[in-house]
């Protein structure tokens, strides 16, 4: 199946935070041929691991988050719509008016936002907090609401992979399906050396599949594939970008929860350079991923993280560039062919 | 009312914010050829048809509905592939992160809001106000590219489908005023082939987001006896003053009460609903409506206008909110008055 198809496919996929179990089946779905050996632990976390030709001295993993952002529905109220929490770290403003889709269901809600000829002076502009939206899943009452959506029922951003613009892709949940996607490819293709690959839930909550996994492993060595924040937008001067779209892959040396490997760092950068990978240091201190959690649990891996440049992370429009999707695949291979 | 939707689909799936009202023309040309004796656009962007009754002397009822909807038009092609866009008409600003959006320049191109990303953002940005000149419109394409499709002027309008909520509940980002249009539609359907004994005329107009220019230019040409403007209204959200309650979603159609319009057709109308059982809710809007009937009821000479509306939430967003049986209750009612409009007193002396 070629990338960027798997990719639409996993984007489209409903799986918040705890909710990773149609994206875990489709997974082991499209490894089941590949010769590899896989188990699910007891809180969902897919572990794979995959023979190459070689023994590695080092185990090394490599790893994506099957979760995405999304919501939890906290109420149904007297007028039958539905209260909602965020599951993970969701601005306000990009809540504000969208359409979002329930897991299992598939039922549409809109979060409604009030006419502007109606609102206040005081409103105007502004976003309530997200656990004040109103999702409107065209129910008149709380007794034909509660027939169509629960307490505890979770929901995303609508699916809408695209693509547009020169070479790019918009879609909800690039963060962090295209590192399934690109770990999937690894794991059926014919690897180097023995290496784990590990698809973790509840990323965007805390990392917590992240150190379960990283307990039951122990590795020496952690390679993260996520999505990082490109601020290249209009009017944000160059330094404080963060990274580019178009600019390759992304290797971060800090972020707000980890100081990465420096020799890793430096030998991705270097070897970007050696093999013609197309590839970017990020030049801002900000967001995080799972390598914090593999750096601090059990004995502490050296880490890396290999991240794709994505505009509108945590949106129900998320946007990157398909060259620096597959130079994050290029990057990941090239590291793991290292005996270490 | 499946009919209703179905053709409620096909209207909002053709962009049209005002200025640009011409690309639902084909749709409509194709759609009404044959069932209206004369029919076709106007100078201004509006589209009308009359079907003529054989009786001598018939009067001449005509229902309208902008065909323009609110949206954006391009005011600078930025570094990067950007844009940065003006609201024509207003929608709630707050709403635009990372939604997206149809530009239609050379060809028709996707485009998404910009989002400030966290780390960029002051503590406390995301509460406060946000206005359309923080935003800028993501193309994906760099600046030469879209200079190539795109130029100041370019209109750009909401990217999001037609769908439903619920078997009665469905959203759009044009039911404003394309549902009324599919109403018209709909009533006219109703009674085709029937000797109704009156000329019944449609005409959507162009611009009334920006002015009721479609209107006023349509009416004049078509010269009705009567009118009826069909609009949405806002319908009662949480939130909203008590004295909202008097529209909601799903309760019928609305019946507006104001000097801009006729009171004796408007309790012909009223009366007309009662006796056929159709639901209705009412509106007062003592003076300006902030609809066409202003200009229909002024024009030629003074045309008795009644206003009805479809109540709708979320009015001037990507998701507006209607009620499929208040469209199905409001073309009966309008397909009622057709047939019904010959008993009509007129005013009193």
């Known amino acids: 199946m070629e990338f960027f198809e798997r990719l639409k496919d996993y984007c489209s996929i409903l799986a918040p935070s705890g909710m990773e179990k149609p994206m875990r089946k489709r997974i082991i779905e499209d490894i089941k041929d590949s010769g590899a050996e896989w188990r699910v632990d007891p809180n969902g976390n897919l572990i794979v691991f995959k023979k190459g030709r070689a023994r590695r001295d080092k185990k090394l993993v490599v790893a994506a988050h099957m979760d995405e952002v999304g919501f939890m529905a906290s109420y149904i109220d007297e007028e039958g719509y539905v209260r909602i929490e965020n599951v993970g770290g969701i601005d306000r403003r990009v809540v504000s008016g969208r359409r979002i889709m329930f897991c299992g269901s598939n039922l549409v809600g809109v979060v409604a936002s009030k006419a502007i000829h109606i609102q206040t002076k005081e409103e105007i502009g502004k976003c309530e907090p997200i656990n004040e939206m109103r999702v409107d899943i065209g129910c008149y009452d709380r007794e034909s609401a509660e027939k169509r959506v629960r307490i505890g029922d979770c929901a995303t951003f609508c699916p809408n992979y695209e693509e547009f613009g020169n070479g790019l892709i918009k879609s909800k949940a690039i963060d962090d399906r295209f590192g399934c996607a690109v770990m999937v490819e690894l794991i059926n293709s014919d690897l180097e050396y023995d290496t784990y690959f590990a698809f973790d839930t509840c990323e965007e909550i805390g990392c917590d599949g992240a150190k379960e996994v990283c307990y039951q492993l122990n590795p020496d060595i952690a390679v993260i594939l996520e999505s990082t924040t490109a601020g290249d937008i209009c009017g944000t001067p160059a330094e404080k970008a963060a990274c580019t779209v178009h600019g390759g892959a992304v290797i971060s040396h800090m972020d707000n929860s980890t100081v990465y490997d420096k020799e890793l760092v430096k030998l991705a950068m270097e070897l970007g350079k050696e093999k013609g990978i197309p590839c970017q240091l990020k030049n801002t201190v900000a967001g995080g991923n799972e390598a914090r959690a593999y750096q601090r649990e059990a004995c502490g891996a050296r880490v890396l993280a290999i991240s794709a440049p994505t505009r509108y992370i945590h949106s129900a429009c998320s946007v990157a560039a398909k060259e620096d999707l597959t130079a994050v695949a290029a990057m990941t291979k090239t590291i793991i062919e290292r005996k270490f | ?349």
């Not at chain 2, 946000?130 to 370019?154: A, C, F, H, N």
């Not at chain 2, 009366?271 to 059982?277: D, S």
């Not at chain 2, 809007?285 to 000479?301: K, L």
Request: net charge negative; glycine share 10%.
């Open chain 2, 1 to 349: 009312m499946d009919r209703i939707y179905e053709i409620a689909k096909e209207l909002t799936a053709i962009p049209g914010v005002s200025g640009d009202e011409s690309r639902s023309f084909p749709y409509l040309e194709k759609t009404l050829a044959g069932k209206f004796d004369d029919f076709g656009f106007t100078p201004v962007g509006s589209y009308f048809g009359i079907r003529k009754s054989k009786k001598k002397n018939a009067k001449t009822v005509l229902f309208d509905a902008h065909l323009d909807t609110i949206g954006f038009i391009v005011t600078k092609i930025c570094d990067g592939g950007f844009l940065k866009v003006m609201m024509v008409g207003r929608t709630a600003e707050k709403n635009l992160s990372a939604s997206e959006v149809w530009i239609y320049g050379k060809r028709t191109i996707p485009g998404v809001f910009a989002s400030k990303p966290p780390h960029l953002q002051e503590p406390g940005e995301s509460e406060k106000k946000l206005s359309i000149d923080d935003l800028s419109i993501d193309t994906g394409l760099s600046k030469e590219e879209l200079e190539e499709i795109v130029r100041v002027g370019t209109f750009v309008g909401f990217k999001a489908d037609c769908e439903k909520l619920s078997d009665n509940v469905i959203v759009s980002p044009s039911f404003d005023d394309r549902i009324c249009a599919a109403c018209i539609l709909r009533a006219l359907e109703l009674v085709e082939g029937e000797d109704i004994g009156v000329n019944a005329a449609f005409q959507f107009s162009a611009g009334e987001e920006t002015g009721y220019k479609g209107a006023m230019t349509t009416a004049y040409r078509i010269a009705p006896d009567y009118a009826i403007v069909l609009d949405v209204c806002n319908a009662y959200v949480p939130g909203a003053r008590e004295a909202r309650k008097a529209v909601q979603i799903g309760k019928g159609c609305s019946l507006s009460y104001s000097a801009q319009t006729n009171r004796e057709l408007t309790e012909f109308t009223r009366t007309l609903a009662e006796k056929n059982g159709i639901a209705l809710q009412f509106l007062a809007e003592p003076g300006a409506t902030g609809t066409n009937s202003n200009v229909i009821q002024t024009g030629h000479g003074g045309v008795p206008t009644v206003l009805l509306s479809i109540p709708l939430k979320n009015m001037h967003t990507a998701n507006e909110v209607a009620d499929l049986r208040d469209c199905e209750e409001t073309a009966k009612l309008l397909a009622e008055f057709l047939r019904s409009i010959g008993s009509y007193q007129g005013v009193e002396e």
